[in-house]
Structure formats: structure tokens, C-alpha cells
Antibody, heavy 121, light 108 residues
Framework: QVTLRESGPALVKPTQTLTLTCTFS??????????LSWIRQPPGKALEWLAR???????YYSTSLKTRLSISKDTSKNQVVLTMTNMDPADTATYYC?????????????WGQGTLVTVSS | QSALTQPASVSGSPGQSITISCTGT?????????VSWYQQHPGKAPRLMIY???KRPSGVSDRFSGSKSGNTASLTISGLQAEDEADYYC????????FGGGTKLTVL
């Protein structure tokens, strides 16, 4: 069974750097075809895709946020880390990680439960 | 990728069918080969309902179906049930993802 769980600070101050961790089980991110994405959702608003890292360490970023984002993986720990610099109140959102096995399903499945991050001084 | 436009809300009565549209602004219809749909209940994580335009993951009811014509994809839910009331998001994948603005489905 594949599970994902996001963790990180619930509250960050403006201008600080956010570091989020996605810890997963049930698959290996070194297996060909596995891709893990981060997606966020401000309260009451739509989903926004942020970044993706693949089994071969290929990385992709949202065009509008790429200067602020960095994604990395630690295969031995079954973790993917997302950092976002220069946080702003507009970055207040629930942050999700989600899996895609590109060889099977071009869809994000499953998703973690999400972690709410509030940006406030 | 271009943006995806969904209606803000749709509604239907139990047993009826509804369709949610998802229109891309790009004239390149090849950008919409990998369209997926997600259901999100309040306070919950999204759930994949349809991928590759019209395929259902294991465990998703066959009351959910997807289609595409040109640059417009559609999600149809037949035999509406109270539990279908949720937000629905379309998404298009190339190497990155773009999501629609979401549609709130109300079961009357």
C-alpha cells in the first residue's frame, strides 16, 4: 500500500524559507517511472502544482515560482524535500505531495493528507 | 501550459447525470492528451477519479466517465448520489501540471 505524509512547520514568518518533507512508503523513488510532485491549495482556492522530482533525479518547477523553489530526494530515507524561499502571506496554503507512476497512470495518485502552512508575522 | 477553465458550480438531483467541462486556452489540442480529474471533499485531500482523459483508476465507480473534444475535456457523473457532492478539478499534464479553477458540485 502506497502512503505519503507531509510534514513541516505550521507557521512561518514572512521572508523566511519554508522546508517541507514528504515521507512515503510502499514504493521506491529509485524505481523507473516514479515521479513525486508537490501541490498547494490556499484556503478556499484552487490547486496549484509546484514542483516534481523523478526517479532519475530530473526536476521540474512551476514557471511562476521556479526562482523560489527547490526539490530534492533522499531515496534511502524515502523522503522528498521541498524548499520555498522568501515566504509571503500569499503562500499560506495546504501543501500536498502526490505520486505519479508515469508508466501506468498519468495522474496524481495517491495524495498525502496535506499540511497547512500559515505565513504570518 | 495554458490555463484550464471550469464552471464555478454545477448542481443536479439524485439519480440525474451532470457534466463538468474543462476548457484549455491553448489552440494546441495535443496539450490535452493527459487530462485527469480529481474529487475533493471538504477538508480532505484530492482523489484521482479519471486519468488519460477517460480511464478510471481501480476502485472508482463506473458512474464517473471522461471524454474530450478538441480543447475541451468533460467529466460526467451519472446516477448522482449525495456522496458525489464535492469539488472537482481537471488537470492537464505534459511534463508539468496545470489545474483548473475547480467546480463545486451540489447534489440537490
Amino acid at each position: 500500500q502506497v502512503t505519503l505524509r507531509e510534514s513541516g512547520p505550521a507557521l512561518v514568518k514572512p521572508t523566511q524559507t519554508l522546508t517541507l518533507t514528504c515521507t512515503f512508503s510502499g514504493f521506491s523513488l529509485s524505481t523507473s517511472g516514479m515521479c513525486l510532485s508537490w501541490i498547494r491549495q490556499p484556503p478556499g482556492k484552487a490547486l496549484e502544482w509546484l514542483a516534481r522530482i523523478d526517479w532519475d533525479d530530473e526536476k521540474y518547477y512551476s514557471t511562476s515560482l521556479k526562482t523560489r523553489l527547490s526539490i530534492s530526494k533522499d531515496t534511502s530515507k524515502n523522503q522528498v524535500v521541498l524548499t520555498m524561499t522568501n515566504m509571503d502571506p500569499a503562500d499560506t496554503a495546504t501543501y500536498y505531495c502526490a505520486l505519479m507512476d508515469i508508466t501506468l497512470i498519468r495522474g496524481l495518485d495517491p495524495w498525502g493528507q496535506g499540511t497547512l502552512v500559515t505565513v504570518s508575522s | 501550459q495554458s490555463a484550464l477553465t471550469q464552471p464555478a458550480s454545477v448542481s443536479g438531483s439524485p439519480g440525474q447525470s451532470i457534466t463538468i467541462s474543462c476548457t484549455g486556452t491553448s489552440g494546441d489540442t495535443s496539450s490535452y492528451i493527459y487530462v485527469s480529474w480529481y474529487q475533493q471533499h471538504p477538508g480532505k485531500a484530492p482523489r484521482l477519479m479519471i486519468y488519460d482523459v477517460n480511464k478510471r483508476p481501480s476502485g472508482v465507480s463506473d458512474r464517473f466517465s471522461g471524454s474530450k473534444s478538441g480543447n475541451t475535456a468533460s467529466l460526467t457523473i451519472s446516477g448522482l448520489q449525495a456522496e458525489d457532492e464535492a469539488d472537482y478539478y481537471c488537470s492537464s499534464y505534459t511534463t508539468t501540471w496545470v489545474f483548473g479553477g475547480g467546480t463545486k458540485l451540489t447534489v440537490l
